[in-house]
Nanobody, 119 residues
Framework: VQLQACGGGLVQAGGSLRLSCAAS????????MGWYRQAPGKQRELVAT???????NVADSVKGRFTISKDHAKNTVFLQMNSLKPEDTAVYYC??????????????WGQGTLVTVSS
């Protein structure tokens, strides 16, 4: 399984960016895709995830500003980020977890894309 993320960049506070991540390879229909981020000197944290049923989990810090969505047919997940703040500056990582039946869960990470929000 490979994850290819894109869409990061530099934006002013209050602006918007859209990240996308396409997963390729053999992927179980039982999966969760999402985004995590890591700011300098901080631990990686969850931003938002979406499962194969379309249920989402969004961090309180971005709720109401970020929206996660997915094209299930293309195994591509999107993160629409609005009203960006300087504290959103981080490397954003795409993540996929999946399992086949009752087998073990496997987890994969994308290469990371930098989002910089200037004040």
């Amino acid at each position: 399984v490979q994850l290819q993320a894109c869409g990061g960049g530099l934006v002013q506070a209050g602006g918007s960016l859209r990240l996308s991540c396409a997963a390729s390879g053999s992927i179980s229909r039982i999966n969760v895709m999402g985004w995590y981020r890591q700011a300098p000197g901080k631990q990686r944290e969850l931003v938002a995830t979406i499962n194969n049923y379309g249920s989402t989990n969004v961090a309180d810090s971005v709720k109401g500003r970020f929206t996660i969505s997915k094209d299930h047919a293309k195994n591509t997940v999107f993160l629409q980020m609005n009203s960006l703040k300087p504290e959103d500056t981080a490397v954003y990582y795409c993540n996929l977890k999946h399992r086949y039946g009752s087998g073990p869960e496997n987890e994969y990470w994308g290469q990371g894309t930098l989002v910089t929000v200037s004040s």
